[in-house]
């Protein structure tokens, strides 16, 4: 049954001030080791010679800090959220001692800006806090054209664990993702920067600065009557307004990113329920789906993640949008996968197998890869694509280095000296590891698509006789004991691996 709610769940956890001095205390004193060593990290900024990355300086009012309040999910419910003030605040960007921006003293509606933290996990886990700016009025804050100005962006933190990658941590796997999107032809990618940043005196670090998923002419693209809503894990966070649908993944609700939560009307709400439970309808009985979704833009989506070999799945940041809703004709515009955007886990699915979010039920692709024609679009764009995407990573790495490379390397000095477990490798080190795991996913997807010959019993690929089952996964990317029979396995998809090189799927009853 499908449902919704704004959700009042009870705040059960509160990050402690004393914690939050603490780490202050512990950035200042460092700081202060910085200025005795680089001049670059002096206080009086515009003596400073920083690295040739845009220099953002945030002073908010009265000093005070962002900080957040930590959520614990209810029963049944994954992950630990995060809840997040504004603090207003004014942002001068400069670069070479030129100013690029300024947003002027915080005057609610016509100057300044805001700033809280973003995220959850990234938030809670590591030191280097992420966060969200909001300005009074629109910027380009990347500096590339009028047209890009938006009030929504966003500060992405840099370091990233990551267990396929050289001392398991890199600083680039955003953009390696972004290369990915851009390089199949994705509606929209967003658009990001290198960037130092100074809030209150105190330096934080290096940050990606990028544009946010909002509806907009130069992001997600929808009409007054669409709407844009995520597949989310954390729709139980306190104040957020969500809705289920009947064969949703009970760990997932939909929330809204268009319209605004607090403008929604009962009938937009109604309007859009109803048409998400038609299109998840249509999936599951496989009958006129492609009146529903655009199987172009679905497949688009997870060939992005099986390239890049994701094991994320429920945090996945499963945005679905639809330029326009008439109720009287909701065909006039399918549903659409907007653009990927957690690339944290990239490259840590084994090579030899699909990305968790095309194994796993959080979303609709388990129930998509048994439609012949999703199947078939799916097949012919990685045809299309496949001979560009490493020489396009590639080109986008060496850009990267011939216009980045040295500025890179001095802002990952000064951001080591604030975060010591972060900035571990060198940018030559870092488009290695990139190169060399985008190659394994790259070398093994052929035989993979081999196993996509969908038929009635779930059987995708038939082994030579005497073929040896060398390997089973379930759809978690847990192995499973290869002597066990596909008869006997619990209900679920699973792909299944053999001595001749087949690759199989098979449905466990």
Known sequence: ?????????????????????????????????????????ATAQDEVKWPDFPLLTIETVDGVMPTYTVVNPPAGCLGQGIISEHVPGRLVITLKGETLYDSGDFVKGESGMRIKMRGNTSAIAYPQHPYKLKLSKKADLLNIGKKYENKDWALLSMGVSNLAVTNKESNILFLVGLAVCRTLDMPWTPRTRFVNLVLNGHYEGLYHLTETVKRSDERVNIGETGFLIENDAYWWKPGELYFKTDKQHPLMGYTFKYPDADDITDEQLNAIKTYMGAAEASIYSKENTSDYIDYDSFARWILAHDILGTIDDAGSNMYVYKESLNETEPSESKLKMSTLWDFDTIFMQDANNWSIPHLHRAFYYQELFKNKE?????????????????????????????????????????????????CLNSLDQQIDDV???????????????????????????VPADGARL????????RRIIPSVSGRKLPSGVYIEKFSDGTVKKVCGV
Not at 4 to 21: F, K, W, Y
Not at 438 to 448: E, S, T
């Open 470 to 477: 060398t390997e089973r996964v379930d759809m978690y990317g």
């Open 1 to 41: 049954m499908m449902n919704q709610m704004r959700n009042g769940a009870p705040l059960t956890e509160t990050r402690s001030c004393i914690a939050h001095t603490l780490r202050r205390a512990c950035v200042k004193v460092v700081a202060i080791a910085m200025y005795a060593a680089l001049p670059l990290v």
């Open 374 to 422: 999703f199947v078939d679009k799916y097949k012919e764009l990685y045809a299309e694509y496949k001979d560009r995407i490493y020489f396009s990573v590639e080109s986008a790495m060496r850009q990267l280095k011939e216009e980045s490379g040295e500025a890179f390397e001095q802002s990952r000095q000064l951001h080591r000296q604030v975060y010591n477990k972060a």
């Open 435 to 461: 190169l060399v795991n985008l190659k394994a996913r790259l070398d093994a997807m052929d035989g993979m698509m081999e196993s996509l010959d969908v038929t009635e019993t779930g059987v995708v690929a």
